[in-house]
């Protein structure tokens, strides 16, 4: 059975920074795509940045230059680095693993996490 668990979340100042964990476990994911995903209330569910597995990335416009994604597939794991956070930024983060190509698409992934809370103070 498939697992896949956030943890990282918080509360920050404006400026600060975050790093979110995920970890999948029950499968090997090294050849799919994992992603991150952000909802923040009265808003849809959009993709953050997603890395595939031979490394390509995908950002949104609105993190580029300031979050980082990477992946340790030996842990079957990807983190989000999240630098300059804004009040903007508060959401709901969720991590998707499973999907083929870039996964930019929350309807592409095969699983997905309960969500952590980023919250970023003004």
């Known amino acids: 059975q498939v697992q896949v668990v956030e943890s990282g979340g918080g509360l920050v100042q404006a400026g600060g920074s975050l790093r979110l964990s995920c970890a999948a476990s029950?499968?090997?994911?090294?050849?799919?795509?994992m992603g991150w995903f952000r909802q923040a209330p009265g808003k849809e569910r959009d993709c953050v940045a997603s890395?595939?597995?031979?490394?390509?990335?995908y950002y949104a416009d609105s993190v580029k230059g300031r979050f980082t994604i990477s992946r340790d597939n030996a842990k079957n794991t990807v983190y989000l680095q999240m630098n300059s956070l804004k009040p903007e930024d508060t959401a709901v983060y969720y991590c998707?693993?499973?999907?083929?190509?870039?996964?930019?698409?929350?309807?592409?992934?095969?699983?997905w996490g309960q969500g952590t809370q980023v919250t970023v103070s003004s």
């Open positions: 998707a693993v499973g999907a083929l190509g870039y996964g930019r698409m929350w309807s592409s992934y095969d699983f």
């Open positions: 029950g499968r090997t994911f090294s050849r799919y795509a």
């Open positions: 890395i595939t597995g031979s490394g390509g990335i």
